[in-house]
């Protein structure tokens, strides 16, 4: 199977916050123009448009002009009733957009009835992914250890990472034996560079049937299986990693611990609809 090198275009999703500076993107060929199409610069519009302003402006006026303000106690009136809604309005959950991605078969760490799922789509030679993983990570689940569970899936930035689909593919080979959050701790902690004599070397390290590691590792038997994640997630709509989903929430980008933590401690109050 040829592996993609690009995440196709989708709609942007609706996020809770998001900061550009923090995500790993595929690059996207740029859209050519046409030769038909008619490009004004910005002066020149403002140039158009002033004048008609100022005219449409001075029409108006001649044309409100002698009606007397209104008495003030109609507008203290009117602001008070604008204002009630407002106040009830503000007691309301926020709304949110919410997406239905699906575990699927893929790790899982942390209690089964947690109220919080986390889905990360990741690429382990991300440099933002590594910086979420040391940053914030860890203290999710040392703040919400019955509260929060997290899935991995992949997403593998094959045009920019040659070595994410196959340390990818050695992380579920370890999953296979069940140290999947083991070697992924190691993946990411970068103790030795992305390589097949590093897979081995931590497949060794974590007491793992090295010669099935092996095995499993130069068969490539889960190449499916990271590139079904990996499709899976570019039809959603993913196009650069790390992207989050938090009980069906996007956040996109190594935000700070700060960030997820309000996501979490709202959904617990109940006030994210």
Known sequence: ????????????????????????????????????????????????LLPLAFVTGLSL??????????????????ASSSAQPQASVADEPQQVTRYDVPI??????????????IIEFSDYECP????????????LFEDYPDQVRM??????????HPN???????????????????FHDKLFGMELALSAEAYRQY????????????????TRRYQDEVQADYAYASELGVRSTPTFFINGIALV?????????????????????
């Not at 497949?203 to 130069?218: K, P, R």
Request: net charge negative.
């Open 203 to 218: 497949a060794q390290d974590l007491g793992l049937d090295v010669d099935a590691f092996n095995e499993c590792v130069e």
């Open 104 to 117: 699927d078969d893929d790790p899982i760490r942390g209690p089964e009835d947690a109220p919080i799922t």
């Open 1 to 48: 199977m040829t592996e993609p090198s690009e995440a196709p275009q989708q709609p942007e999703f609706e996020t809770y916050q998001v900061d550009e500076g923090r995500v790993e993107e595929i690059e996207q060929p740029e859209t050519p123009k046409s030769e038909d199409t008619i490009t004004f610069k910005r002066s020149h519009l403002y140039a158009v």
């Open 164 to 182: 994410a689909m196959p340390a990818a593919e050695a992380a579920n080979c370890a999953y296979e034996q069940g140290s999947f959050w083991e």
């Open 151 to 160: 899935v991995y899936r992949d997403f593998p930035l094959f045009s920019i």
């Open 128 to 139: 933002y992914c590594r910086k979420w993983h040391a940053e914030v990570y860890g203290r």
């Open 253 to 273: 980008g190594a935000q700070p611990y700060e960030v997820f933590q309000q996501v979490i401690d709202k959904e617990l109050a109940g006030e994210l609809d």
């Open 61 to 78: 006026g001649y044309i409100f002009w002698g009606r007397s303000p209104a008495p003030a106690t109609e507008s203290a009136a009117a």
